[in-house]
């Protein structure tokens, strides 16, 4: 077997420490799984712009929309482990990881999580001036009414539908959870009658519950809503097991070397100390959410555990 001089073997360490000591010498961009002006794409193009200043290369949004961000997810996971393409990813993308029967990635083992960007409240409401007060008065009518109470949410498979199985489920209920194409569609059931309660993103909500149209009766995180403190979480109002929320982060192909992924952590996280971006963000009713690439796996695989355990509990076929 021919032996590489050792004098070459070890000239490649110092060169692959210059690399990352130099990143970037060009442009980065990332991928957002999502179309442009919506709560993601103004995320990642907010945090982007900062990012941009701190590492002094550009760093553009690139939008590749479809079949709930694995088309983003197969752009990032085929580039090339250098730091210059990353991935917005989210709680969206755990669920995917668990409901498709067969992804081009494994999400665990594709890429290599950065850092956490922000955390955004789900919230069950009810139509203003109904039946419904608090959420103990939903649970006491959906025990003595078994079946009856209609729960609705946007699509089968995203955050809220689970977060809404996971309740049904915390809370021992047999109530019907019907979801519709998308928020308008759960706000107008709501308004109209058609169905009992709703649970969605606070985001798209928010105008409605401002305008006494939607009563929020709990919102599913570990901690009350900044905007809308005067409403109990659910284990507050008595479900235990239930504690769900969004978020978005980004991630890069793995085997991105470890100094590189520094780097970035510390760009995306001086971005979130800044005070215009974290003004930005909260307008979006989005909590800014500096962290470690260890937290950000660990928010990622803890999200693949607790939905895949939602969508077998609740026999949702595989997609």
Known sequence: MQRRPLLAVFALYPFVGARAQDFPHKPLRIVVPNAPGGAADITARTVAEHMARTLGKPVVVENRPGAGGVVAGRVVASAAPDGYTLLLISSGSAVSQVLFKELPYDTLK?????????????????????????????????????????????????????????????????????????????????????????????????????????????????????????????????????????????????GTPAAVVQRLNAAVNAALADADVRAKLQALNLDPHPGTPQEAATMLSDDITRWGKVIQAAGIAPQ
């Open 110 to 254: 594709a890429f290599t999580p950065v850092a956490p960007l922000a955390t955004f409240d789900l919230v069950i409401v009810a139509k203003e001036g109904g039946a419904f007060k608090t959420l103990t008065d939903l649970v006491a009518y959906a025990r003595s009414h078994p079946g009856k109470v209609n729960l609705g949410t946007p699509n089968i498979g995203t955050t809220q539908h689970l977060a809404a199985e996971l309740f049904k489920s915390a809370a021992g209920l047999n109530l019907q959870v019907v979801p519709f194409r998308g928020t308008p569609e759960v706000v107008n059931a709501i308004r109209g009658g058609q169905i009992d309660a709703g649970l969605d993103i606070l985001s798209p909500i928010l105008s409605q519950i401002e305008g006494h149209a939607l009563h929020p009766l709990a919102v599913t995180g570990a901690r009350r809503s900044r905007v809308l403190p005067a409403v109990p979480t659910a284990r507050e109002a008595g479900i235990e097991g239930l504690n769900a929320a969004s978020w978005n982060g980004v991630a890069v192909p793995a």
